[in-house]
């Protein structure tokens, strides 16, 4: 059977499927909204209007992977609401993260503070401390982190950084790393904005300021990360 031309020229077919998106992106938006408080919940209509114009597709995958995490933990939807001077700023950046990586940060991030039973309480700062961090700068945090725990109580003693972006490791298992060298000037710049985030102190300083060769994790970057991960 031939097949029926489109007199519109395909222009009925964008027109539904741009639809069906934007009933998608609304959905997302009214799952996200589950997580503000009362009386805060009908500005979530702003937002998903302007993330449908913009960039709905990525507040539909955020709302996907929201739902994933909660399915990790047998939950189909939050059980706590998060304050709207936290949600909001929280929600815009998530819903606009064009790295997947990132805004599946972002996603643990807000699956966290929704969940009672996680103990995490959402400061404030999170959010926009996390606006301010690349995927790289993410990486490196995650590798300090991993290296304080292997440490635990000795982690106080420093993490050396000659390693990043592949790996950080906690001074007292480090195998004698005799005369380390200086970290990459990417990853300087990385730790430089760590440490100016309040995630990371640089340890023996230099005369001609902190090189970050040695550093630990702050109890701001450690209780950043808790709330950042599963």
Known sequence: MNEVPDPTGGWAKATEATANASKEAIQAGR????????????????????LTVVRFERQIRLSERVRHFLAERGMDAPTRRIAPNIALPLLENASLEEDDDLQDVWARLLVNGGDAHSGIELHPAFGAVLAQMTAFDVRNLAHIDSASKLAGRDAELGIWTFDLPEAAVAF???RNPGD??????????SLSNLARLGCISSLGERPDGPQYILVN?????????EACTK
Do not use: C, H, N, W
């Open 217 to 225: 994790l702050t109890p701001f970057g450690q209780a950043f990360i």
């Open 31 to 50: 799952d996200l909204a589950r997580f503000l408080r009362e009386p805060a919940r009908e500005v979530i209509g702003m937002v998903s209007d302007y």
């Open 180 to 189: 380390p060298s200086y970290p990459s000037p990417e990853v300087k710049i």
């Open 172 to 174: 007292v298992l480090a």
